[in-house]
């Protein structure tokens, strides 16, 4: 049974760089769809963009510019960076795995605010 | 704006069988799986249907999925209590910015 879990900061201040890690244990980081997703509050779930096992990455449109997603195979890690966070940036973040999005981590609230 | 389009509500009584759609285009609906997933308050999403009408263990036969063309349904038969979550649709979508995975604005379902 695959366990995904998504930690870092809570709280980002505008313009700064958030940083996200998703550790995973029960399968390896070298297989699969390794994907991204966050929620702000109240709102529905917004695609992010993936890694696959071969380093190919994808973004979604809505941060496409901002944003970097990569894998630590040796660590069983996947990451996240979006570059100038503004308030809009204020949600869940999940990190999830494979094509049909199977398993999802239990996602950490990230707050952007001065 | 969601590129896949749900009604942002829907309501049933315990027993009753409900449909929640999902509309799209040739690029993802048309062209890809469906999947669907239901998310619990306070609770991460889960994955609760996928490949269209295929479900993962432990999942209800009480749930089905179809599809024709560019839509997509949901349906749900002998409505429980404990069904009342917020369902969204998902398909890969083959784009010009490569492929990215498209979702519904979730439907909430009171029960």
């Known amino acids: 049974q695959v366990h995904l879990q998504e930690s870092g900061p809570g709280l980002v201040k505008p313009s700064e760089t958030l940083s996200l890690t998703c550790t995973v244990s029960g399968d390896s980081t070298s297989t699969s769809y390794w994907i991204w997703i966050r929620q702000p509050p109240g709102k529905g779930l917004e695609w992010i963009g993936y890694?696959?096992?071969?380093?190919?990455?994808n973004y979604g449109p809505s941060l496409e510019n901002r944003v970097t997603i990569s894998l630590d195979t040796s660590k069983n890690q996947l990451s996240l960076k979006v570059l100038s966070v503004t308030a809009a940036d204020t949600a869940v973040y999940y990190c999830?795995?494979?094509?049909?999005?199977?398993?999802w981590g239990q996602g950490t609230l990230v707050t952007v605010s001065s | 704006q969601s590129v896949l389009t749900q009604p942002p509500s829907a309501s049933g009584t315990p027993g009753q069988r409900v449909i929640i759609s999902c509309s799209g285009s040739s690029s993802n609906i048309g062209s890809n799986p469906v999947n669907w997933y239901q998310q619990l308050p306070g609770t991460a999403p889960k994955l609760l249907m996928y490949?269209?009408?295929q479900r993962p263990s432990g999942v209800p036969d009480r749930f089905s999925g179809s599809k024709s063309g560019t839509s997509a349904s949901l349906a749900i038969s002998g409505l429980q209590p404990e069904d009342e979550a917020d369902y969204y649709c998902?398909?890969?979508?083959?784009?010009?910015?490569?492929?990215?995975?498209?979702f519904g604005g979730g439907t909430k379902l009171t029960v």
């Open positions: 999830a795995r494979g094509f049909s999005i199977d398993d």
């Open positions: 890694i696959y096992n071969n380093g190919k990455t």
């Open positions: 490949n269209i009408d």
């Open positions: 998902a398909a890969w979508d083959d784009g010009l910015d490569g492929r990215n995975v498209v």
